[in-house]
């Protein structure tokens, strides 16, 4: 038997391609004994294998290329290509393949938010109408709905000669896949065919694609007894690029007449009856796991879960779980939900305390049928693996009063054996750790029920992912070799936060899960993707390199990135400048600098904080040398004045971190990192004009060119198994300090990147413009970290007023507050953006409207990076049933999104 295998594909010197696959003559997958290509001209190349005896094998393949001029290896996109041989059928098989680029814009149309949900299709049974055939067509296109299939027509008799009306319509039970089995008389050399669009309820061709003929050589089959099989990827769609429009809010900001306080699983069903009204196809939020440590409006901060698989109980509708038997005891929780329904934000404490003592009483009412339903069974048996653990940590963290594990007095670390006798059935206190499986299993259904809903209606759920995990966590308790746990994860300084921000995440162990193949970022998507169709990576950029902080420090500035190639002294050096370790890599402290950063109680500072030294200048003592023991020092003897406490705190801070390098752990004193801001330092300021000279070069060196190529190649370890892990479609935050890198790699693996009209990526620019983002993106005006567009636009008139001269081009004087057509027009731009998505946090989208906007702009913010006390607290001040019944409001926000493009069927 033989196997061709043709594609066409023009290379640069020094690259050859390979066809790799699961026969022994393909290498059997192993790359390294893969077969070469033959180049035969003209951009296509060959390859002719021999089969001994007869397969029925079902051959599975892909194409490689690798380049001899560095050994890299470019893998084309998607899965293995799959075809069943029939070796009793055909003595030769003709592959004649498209490449698939990893860089095609229409690649992340087959993730499970197109493919698994706008075009989902219904389970069809095609039959093949010709048992005699010679050509296989298949098209790998997911981009059409249920009502229509792909054709085939062309100048062959059995392709209709041109005739629309005998269009070969294609069989998809193998979706996105699309074949069409024909036999063609070959009268022609070469075989000239297009696809187009059939309508199955009208039984009617709607349409040609777009662009030239396509063609094959259609008589190798018929001279060698074969079947060819040709395969093309994507229909050329005439009217271009698919976009759509989605609407952002967090869970605990919806607000509808069954709510309890809070936004919840169910309340999303009515937002996404209103997305479909208004035209949109996702629906964006944040992250929804629990994120219960210390029964403290701490908890409200939702990147903080004790669990990343765990959902938040906050989220359950009391009702969809079942009543209490007790009618007086059911109707006064009811009373008390609907009061604080009543109330503008969420008071996450109270909603809290309320439902907890809810899910206690309807558990124990209930326990004896829920722990043998089958349903419940089935779920506790998929889910075992980071239930038990979970239910033993919430147990555990309420019985010893703390999330802090390495404080508990018994399971401090974590033991597998000892948790499974902890949590037997048979043990007096099992209620104690069964209670949270039945909360687990309830928030389990309902949003899974959520989540049937919006694939029905063709709406997409965007969930969140957060670049980092909790310290007091159930993760960090159980695999705490995963992380880095005397580190912390933070950003480096931006416009919105001077001193940088700490998130106090432990950093990954990049090292430690590369060892089992990211096994744990496996099962996390794994768990993610039952939810959602689509996810956004917070702080894409960790995966490129994160930005860390000792554990003794406080702010985000006494970070560095992490990895990253350090200056070397030698390097340094050679520059024309003494690397004085003492001067560059010690806090400079003299009297001026205390002068000026406590004025009067100066004296006291160095009374009770300094020492001196030999030179008349000032060190810290050692109690107080470093960021966090001046925090525990102020926590363990906290001024009445809180004013005057965080002058002294904050001051001290600012003396511990004047300095210019830190030097790299285990160097001893050979390498060290460029401070970040460092310019900004008093230390700086002390230089000399040459020295500093030589530093500002040493710094960009450092920050914006050294690093480049070695935080690609973290990147391209690190992201391909995420996207591997799972079919979600991926989009990254990449705001902030963002590497020269990043856009490549991000448009190389498909992962959409989002841009945010007042934080551009034309760098020499004010403001971006959403008609500037590329095609593989999510143009946003603002996001859940920043004030939304009425917010921002009152805040800074002078910043106003040239974003209304510049980005709106009109002339004369801004009016000073955000009218109902300023909202408007900031919204046309982003709807008329090339971006694939725009999606608008909903305070944006209400905002064109007199009727329903807020009538704060403030009161409509959902965090302030720059407050690590932000209480996240928002609530939606509409109710979404009555949203849905706004009629001219959803006409309008439909007719722009259809207007701009971004309503078709697909």
């Given amino acids: 038997m033989k196997l061709v295998f043709k594609i066409e594909y023009y290379t640069e010197f020094g690259q050859n391609l390979f066809v790799c696959g699961n026969l022994s003559e393909l290498g059997a997958w192993d790359k390294t004994s893969a077969p070469a290509m033959r180049y035969v001209g003209d951009g296509k190349w060959e390859l002719e294998i021999y089969l001994d005896g007869i397969s029925n094998d079902l051959l599975e393949y892909k194409y490689f290329i690798r380049d001899d001029r560095n050994s890299i290896i470019i893998d084309e996109w998607g899965q293995n290509r799959k075809f069943q041989i029939q070796g009793k059928k055909f003595y030769s098989y003709f592959f004649d393949d498209s490449w698939f680029s990893n860089t095609d814009p229409q690649n992340p149309l087959f993730t499970a938010a197109f493919s698994g949900n706008l075009w989902r299709r219904k389970t069809i049974k095609y039959k093949n109408k010709s048992s005699h055939i010679n050509h296989t067509f298949q098209l790998l296109a997911p981009r059409i709905d249920n009502d229509h299939a792909f054709c085939i027509i062309g100048n062959d008799k059995r392709l209709g000669n041109w005739n629309p009306d005998k269009a070969i319509i294609m069989n998809g039970s193998q979706y996105p896949l699309w074949k069409a089995e024909i036999f063609l008389e070959s009268?022609?050399?070469?075989?000239?065919?297009?696809?187009?669009?059939?309508?199955?309820?009208?039984?009617?061709?709607?349409?040609?694609?777009?662009?030239?003929?396509?063609?094959?050589?259609?008589?190798?089959?018929?001279?060698?007894?074969?079947l060819t099989v040709k395969t093309d990827i994507n229909y050329k769609y005439p009217e271009g690029l698919w976009k759509g429009a989605g609407v952002?809010?967090?869970?605990?900001?919806?607000?509808?007449?069954?709510?309890?306080?809070?936004?919840?699983?169910?309340?999303?069903?009515?937002?996404?009856?209103?997305?479909?009204?208004?035209?949109?196809?996702?629906?964006?939020?944040?992250?929804?796991?629990?994120?219960v440590a210390n029964h403290t409006w701490k908890d409200s901060y939702p990147y903080a879960a004790i669990s990343v698989f765990a959902l938040h109980p906050v989220y359950l509708n009391l009702s969809a779980m079942g009543k209490l038997s007790d009618k007086k005891l059911m109707e006064s929780f009811q009373k008390k939900g609907r009061k604080l329904n009543k109330l503008d934000t969420f008071d996450y404490v109270s909603v809290m305390d309320l439902?907890?003592?809810?899910?206690?009483?309807?558990?124990?009412?209930?326990?004896?049928?829920?722990?043998?339903?089958?349903?419940?069974?089935?779920?506790?048996?998929?889910?075992?693996?980071?239930?038990?653990?979970?239910?033993?940590?919430s147990c555990l963290r309420d019985r010893y009063g703390t999330p802090d594990f390495t404080k508990w007095p018994a399971y401090s670390t974590y033991d597998e054996?000892?948790?499974?006798?902890?949590?037997?059935?048979?043990?007096?206190?099992?209620?104690?750790?069964?209670?949270?499986?039945?909360?687990?299993?309830?928030?389990?259904?309902?949003?899974?029920?959520?989540?049937?809903?919006?694939?029905?209606?063709?709406?997409?759920?965007?969930g969140d992912l957060p670049i980092g995990i909790y310290r007091d966590s159930v993760d960090a308790w159980v695999?705490?070799?995963?992380?880095?746990?005397?580190?912390?994860?933070?950003?480096?300084?931006?416009?919105?936060?001077?001193?940088?921000?700490n998130w106090r995440f432990p950093t990954y162990n990049w090292d430690e899960m590369t060892k089992d193949n990211y096994a744990w970022w496996r099962r996390r998507l794994s768990q993610m993707a039952k939810y959602f169709d689509a996810y956004r990576i917070d702080h894409i950029l960790g995966f490129f390199r994160i930005w860390e902080i000792p554990y003794e420090s406080i702010e985000g500035l006494m970070g560095i990135f992490n990895p990253a190639i350090p200056m070397y002294k030698n390097e340094i050096e050679s520059r024309g400048i003494h690397f004085n370790y003492e001067r560059f890599c010690k806090p400079l402290i003299k009297d001026y600098m205390l002068e000026d950063l406590f004025g009067e109680d100066a004296d006291k500072v160095k009374k009770v904080f300094l020492e001196e030294n030999d030179d008349g200048n000032y060190r810290l003592k050692e109690e107080f040398n470093t960021q966090r023991k001046v925090e525990d020092h102020f926590l363990a003897n906290a001024l009445e004045n809180k004013d005057q406490e965080n002058i002294l705190k904050n001051g001290l801070f600012t003396l511990i971190g004047n300095l210019l390098f830190f030097e790299e752990a285990g160097s001893n004193g050979n390498a060290f990192h460029p401070k970040i801001s460092f310019h900004s330092t008093y230390s700086y300021m002390e230089l000399d004009d040459h020295t500093k000279g030589v530093l500002n070069d040493i710094y960009t060196h450092y920050y914006y060119h050294r690093q480049e190529n070695f935080w690609r190649e973290q990147a391209m370890v690190k992201l391909p198994a995420i996207n591997k892990a799972s079919d979600m479609l991926i989009c990254g935050e990449?705001?902030?300090?963002?590497?020269?890198?990043?856009?490549?790699?991000?448009?190389?693996l498909g992962i959409l990147r989002l841009y945010i009209q007042r934080m551009p990526k034309e760098t020499d620019s004010e403001f971006g413009h959403p008609a500037h983002a590329p095609y593989l993106s999510v143009a946003s005006p603002s996001?859940?970290?920043?004030?939304?567009?009425?917010?921002?636009?009152?805040?800074?008139?002078?910043?106003?007023?040239?974003?209304?001269?510049?980005?709106?081009?009109?002339?004369?004087?801004?009016?000073?507050?955000?009218?109902?057509?300023?909202?408007?027009?900031?919204?046309?731009?982003?709807?008329h953006s090339s971006a694939m998505w725009t999606i608008f946090p909903i305070q944006d989208l209400v905002s064109i409207d007199e009727k329903l906007m807020r009538e704060n702009p403030e009161d409509e913010r959902i965090n302030d990076p720059s407050n690590p006390d932000n209480l996240w607290q928002y609530r939606f001040h509409l109710n979404l049933s009555d949203l849905v019944k706004e009629k001219e409001f959803n006409k309008k926000l439909r007719l722009m999104v259809q207007n701009a493009g971004r309503v078709t069927k697909f």
Avoid at 434 to 457: D, G, M, N, P, T
């Fill in 187 to 226: 009268s022609h050399e070469t075989t000239y065919y297009k696809y187009g669009i059939y309508n199955l309820k009208k039984k009617k061709f709607v349409g040609y694609e777009d662009g030239p003929d396509r063609s094959l050589n259609s008589r190798l089959s018929v001279i060698d007894n074969g």
């Fill in 248 to 291: 952002a809010i967090p869970v605990f900001s919806l607000r509808t007449e069954k709510s309890f306080g809070v936004g919840e699983f169910m309340d999303l069903k009515v937002l996404v009856d209103w997305a479909i009204k208004a035209g949109m196809k996702l629906v964006q939020i944040l992250p929804v796991n629990d994120t």
């Fill in 355 to 393: 439902k907890s003592k809810y899910f206690k009483l309807l558990y124990d009412q209930n326990k004896d049928t829920f722990q043998k339903d089958k349903k419940y069974k089935k779920f506790f048996k998929e889910n075992k693996e980071w239930l038990i653990p979970y239910a033993a940590f």
């Fill in 417 to 462: 054996a000892e948790i499974q006798k902890l949590v037997k059935p048979t043990n007096r206190d099992f209620d104690d750790f069964a209670v949270h499986y039945f909360i687990q299993y309830h928030l389990h259904l309902q949003l899974s029920e959520v989540v049937e809903y919006a694939r029905s209606k063709g709406v997409i759920l965007k």
């Fill in 479 to 501: 695999e705490p070799k995963l992380y880095h746990m005397n580190k912390q994860a933070g950003a480096p300084p931006d416009a919105y936060s001077i001193t940088g921000q």
């Fill in 734 to 748: 990449d705001l902030g300090m963002v590497p020269d890198c990043v856009p490549g790699v991000m448009h190389e």
């Fill in 783 to 831: 996001c859940h970290d920043m004030s939304t567009v009425r917010g921002w636009w009152e805040e800074d008139h002078d910043r106003s007023q040239r974003f209304y001269n510049h980005i709106m081009r009109h002339d004369g004087e801004a009016p000073v507050a955000c009218d109902t057509w300023i909202s408007e027009e900031v919204l046309q731009q982003h709807l």
